[in-house]
């Protein structure tokens, strides 16, 4: 992989701000008097098993679960610390990304694990379909991370922003580490 980047998701501090990256992807909340819970539903277990090490990580409580669909999930146990997050991406039932938002190594990271995917010596990570609206501003703040990517899919299940070339493929690598310790995750992380 080669040498990690400075800003690197594995010399970074772990913080509960990196559960933004789930908010990026497909990422939910939901809000009770005791506070707020993240959950995320993804492809595949070991999606929702990395996430959970990687939430927990953060200062967050995890776990898996499986949704009533029948698809894997990681989510985090109901926290009033997780509040001042979930409120500047949710506004009322509608996800927003927060004003001027840069996705951090560690939050990129998350975002990876949770929607990124191969694509033909590209790299896409996955979009909120449900969310149209993040899709352009989340495509910008990819962009003050330092990584340009394409907006690709708008009009289908599968939107995303697509990283292509040496240089940026190279960025994102930096930034996100090395994939989790699963043998599945190794074929669906970025490589240049």
Same mark, same amino acid.
């Given at each position: 992989?080669?040498?990690?980047?400075?800003?690197?998701?594995?010399?970074?501090?772990?913080?509960? +701000?990196? @559960?933004?990256?789930?908010?990026?992807?497909?990422?939910?909340?939901? /809000?009770?008097?005791? =506070?707020?819970?993240?959950?995320?539903?993804?492809?595949?277990?070991? $999606?929702?098993?990395?996430?959970?090490?990687?939430?927990?990580?953060? =200062?967050?409580?995890?776990?898996?679960?499986? &949704?009533?669909?029948?698809?894997?999930?990681?989510?985090?146990?109901?926290?009033?610390?997780?509040? &001042?997050?979930?409120?500047?991406?949710?506004?009322?039932?509608?996800?927003?990304?927060?004003?001027?938002? *840069?996705?951090?190594?560690?939050?990129?990271?998350?975002?990876?694990?949770?929607?990124?995917?191969?694509?033909?010596?590209?790299?896409?990570?996955?979009?909120?379909? /449900?969310?149209?609206?993040? /899709?352009?501003?989340? +495509?910008?703040?990819?962009?003050?991370?330092?990584? +340009?990517? #394409? @907006?690709?899919? #708008?009009?289908?299940?599968?939107?995303? @922003?697509?990283?292509?070339?040496?240089?940026?493929? &190279? $960025?994102? *690598?930096?930034?996100?580490?090395?994939?989790?310790? /699963?043998?599945?995750?190794?074929?669906?992380?970025?490589?240049?």
């Amino acid at each position: 992989m080669g040498q990690l980047s400075f800003f690197s998701a594995e010399t970074d501090e772990p913080s509960l +701000a990196d @559960l933004a990256g789930l908010f990026a992807a497909q990422g939910q909340s939901s /809000h009770t008097p005791a =506070g707020s819970r993240v959950s995320i539903v993804v492809a595949a277990p070991w $999606r929702a098993e990395a996430l959970v090490d990687e939430i927990e990580r953060s =200062g967050a409580r995890a776990s898996t679960a499986v &949704s009533d669909e029948g698809s894997s999930m990681a989510r985090t146990e109901t926290s009033k610390a997780l509040e &001042s997050l979930t409120r500047a991406w949710i506004t009322g039932a509608v996800k927003t990304m927060p004003a001027g938002w *840069v996705p951090s190594p560690r939050a990129l990271r998350l975002w990876t694990i949770a929607a990124g995917r191969p694509d033909e010596g590209r790299y896409t990570l996955g979009l909120d379909p /449900h969310a149209p609206e993040t /899709h352009a501003p989340l +495509a910008t703040a990819l962009m003050r991370a330092g990584i +340009a990517p #394409t @907006l690709v899919g #708008t009009r289908g299940a599968s939107p995303g @922003l697509r990283i292509a070339g040496r240089r940026r493929l &190279s $960025r994102l *690598v930096e930034s996100i580490g090395a994939p989790p310790d /699963h043998p599945a995750a190794f074929a669906a992380w970025p490589t240049v």
